[in-house]
């Protein structure tokens, strides 16, 4: 449960926003992304996995920086003023970004050894016996076969273009 509010939360060192279909409303909410705005100021990591860069974006965060997301959304990260670059995890200065669901623990390691040392990192890694070892080479559309990537990103493709539009009205909503 909450402890806190937007309006009394005092400054954070770290603020993570996560992914997922909740963002479309987050990015929507003026209160989500004022209060995302407002701490980013001041904290010194500034995070998100995921889908969770939009409200990064359309706080004005990730403008001017290289930024990650869920490969099926990162071309619409020039909407929110980032610049894509293709990895698991971005760092640009005290941006830190994430791509989807499972490099978000590659995401979280990171984060934990900028934070605690690498070898605290190290620790978390083996306490959660994180020794990746995917079963198929199709983690990723470069490397995925065309029968597996394209019906995945025709898949996407409906509620990509519904996300285009949300955010697209989230951004003129924004002050320039």
Request: aromatic share 8%.
């Amino acid at each position: 449960m909450p402890t806190t509010t937007f309006a009394t939360c005092e400054p954070l060192d770290l603020i993570c926003v996560p992914g997922g279909f909740g963002v479309s409303g987050a990015v929507a909410d003026a209160a989500t992304i004022e209060f995302v705005r407002r701490q980013a100021t001041q904290a010194q990591y500034v995070t998100s996995v995921c889908t969770g860069a939009f409200v990064l974006g359309v706080a004005g965060v990730l403008k001017g920086r290289r930024a990650t997301t869920h490969w099926a959304y990162t071309g619409l990260l020039p909407l929110v003023g980032a610049t894509y670059e293709q990895a698991r995890v971005v760092i640009d200065g005290k941006i830190f970004t994430g791509g989807g669901v499972t490099a978000g623990i590659d995401f979280a390691l990171r984060i934990a050894a900028q934070v605690a040392g690498s070898e605290a990192a190290q620790r978390i890694q083996l306490s959660i016996e994180y020794d990746p070892a995917p079963p198929f080479t199709a983690g990723n559309p470069s490397v995925a076969p065309a029968s597996v990537r394209d019906p995945t990103t025709e898949r996407f493709a409906v509620r990509l273009a519904t996300f285009r539009g949300e955010l697209e009205q989230a951004m003129a909503q924004q002050p320039a």
